[in-house]
């Protein structure tokens, strides 16, 4: 990832906000940041999981929160929102 060639401390935190804010300007490129997430082992939060539900354009929205209950994170208000606004 190249955030790491960046000198920033790489964060759970960190990574939620950069996958919401390229979710903006670049859906692929967020949704990318999102699986490195996992692979690079940092664990998506519900926040992180809202951020990627909230680009509308995700396919898989109710298989994201299938995963979501499965590793044990409770979907919240924005979830569900996000989870509706993908069937737009």
């Known amino acids: 990832m190249e955030i790491r060639d960046s000198g920033y ?6 990574m939620c ?25 940092l664990s998506p939060d519900v926040y992180a999981y809202n951020a990627v ?18 590793i044990g994170l409770k979907p919240d208000n924005f979830t569900y929102s996000g989870l509706i606004k993908s069937f737009k």
Do not use: C
């Open 17 to 41: 906000v950069l996958i919401g804010s390229w979710g903006k300007l670049n859906i692929g490129r967020s949704v990318k940041l999102f699986a490195e997430v996992q692979e690079n082992g």
């Open 53 to 70: 539900l909230e680009m509308r354009k995700v396919k898989k929205a109710e298989e994201l929160i299938k995963t979501m209950l499965r």
């Open 9 to 14: 401390r790489i964060t759970d935190e960190l």
